[in-house]
């Protein structure tokens, strides 16, 4: 049986610390209390199905997409466990039109954006779902939303949860990507430290069905993603499981490509479906921190500034040398 060092979320996250000794802590507390909320949407989760809780709310979110119960749920259960001792500023998610300030604004060092639960679709089937965050040191109380408007860069730490078999923590921090599993006895335990994505992989994750909407560059690069390598005789495979955490986890430990790329389907969204702050930028940081890459097609996706908390922007992101493939086409080089 392979040894594992039972090492905790806090034990690993208090070892880090120790490295920076100007650290005040805050920054665990505020990563310890997202893993809470992972906790209790995951408890939620596992008997949704039997309880009556999975179907739609009565609400809608600012896209005018109709809100899932489980949406709300986990919402409300981020905000409530974000809200206490004054280290978050202002918190945004996919699912609130507007960033909520906390009340003792001015003295919480960061901001959080977050996507409660994404991969709604899959609430019904018990399929794959996950929770995206990202993480920013609060600028100034004057500066337009506290800073949270900048470049995926100024993320000082993201990440995702992952609720499938088993429940799992992706931390992008200092350089780093580390996986902890949950475990019975419903403590968080690392289960991969350091990260690396292979440099290319052989499964691509991208909603076909939109291809008519595609740019030519798109087009001709998943067709070259589909065309067997003379060598191998083998093409990439498609995984596309309708939750672009469970299919960045696949490629994060196997490598691949995710796309969902700017479509002209809906005249509002020419950038794709995707938000840079609560879905992009996150995962971007993971993908980047473990050797990976992520871009637009035009650049890449952590320099992008949204220009309100709501911006969409499209994401190509997995092993660097798929990415980089996806921008040769794009250039019109492929
Ligand atoms: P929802 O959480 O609103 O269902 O969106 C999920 C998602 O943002 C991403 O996780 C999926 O990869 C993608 O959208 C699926 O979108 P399509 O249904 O258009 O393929």
Known sequence: MKHVDQVTLTEY???RQRAHPEATGELTELLNRIALCGKIIARKLRRSTLTGDTGYAATSNVYGEKQ???????????????????????AASEEMDEPKMFEHDGTGHYTVSFDPIDGSSNLDVNGTLGTIFGIRRRKGAGERDHGLLTSGRDQIAAGYLLYGPATEIVIAAGGRVAIFTL??????????????MPVSGKAYAVNEGNQAFWKDGTRRYVEWLKTPDPKTRKAHATRYSASLVGDFHRILQQGG???YPEDSSDPKRPDGKLRVLYECHPLALVAEFAGGRASTGAGEVLDVVPGDNHAHCPLVIGSKDEVDRYDAFMAGKG
């Open 183 to 196: 475990d019975d006895a419903g403590e968080f335990f690392l289960s991969k430290d350091g990260v690396k």
């Open 13 to 15: 996250l208090l070892e």
């Open 257 to 259: 490509v995710y796309l």
């Open 68 to 90: 899932e119960k489980l949406d709300v749920f986990a919402n409300e259960v981020f905000l409530r466990h974000l809200r206490y001792g004054g280290i978050v500023s202002i």
